[in-house]
């Protein structure tokens, strides 16, 4: 079984199993919050086994806070939390059905799911990695152009998100 781990930094013997993962169910790339009271985990997904993608919201003592299922079809790689907290961003690991991969950012006020730019590896070391500027105002990715890896910007004030 998969785990997440919690390490206290003071103290590096103080480490303890957070999470188990739920038989067959892969989850990874954790990031916390920005006050550091919850871990959001990225559930890959699996159709063969009819196991759906998302993210998982954990607090500090390994409950779920929340659950959030993707849209039918996407498979969530890596994740990020914006400095609002209000958006999470990902990438898609499989392609879709015009064989693309996708950032998505996900509105936790609105419960919405919007893609916003296709990309073109799935490969180490061009997996897309989404990240959020410090202001939360840009969307920074990976991406694979003519064989060499390139870092792309996402600005959102150019984004109509209702």
Request: glycine share 6%; with cysteine.
């Amino acid at each position: 079984m998969d785990r997440v781990w919690f390490w206290k930094l003071n103290n590096q013997n103080d480490a303890y199993n957070l999470f188990e993962h739920p038989e067959y169910t892969e989850m990874g790339h954790e990031v916390w919050n920005k006050d550091g009271t919850h871990v959001v985990i990225v559930q890959y997904g699996s159709p063969s086994r009819c196991i759906g993608s998302g993210f998982n919201i954990l607090n500090l003592e390994g409950e779920y806070v929340e659950q959030i299922e993707a849209p039918s079809g996407y498979y969530f790689s890596h994740v990020a939390v914006s400095p609002d907290e209000k958006f999470l961003v990902a990438d898609t690991f499989r392609p879709d059905e015009e064989d693309k991969r996708w950032i998505v950012l996900y509105s936790m006020e609105d419960e919405t799911f919007t893609k916003l730019a296709s990309y073109e590896s799935d490969n180490h070391p061009a997996h897309a990695h989404p990240f959020f500027s410090k202001s939360g105002n840009k969307i920074m990715y990976n991406n694979l152009v003519d064989g060499k890896i390139e870092l792309n910007e996402i600005d959102l004030r150019d984004i109509d998100l209702k």
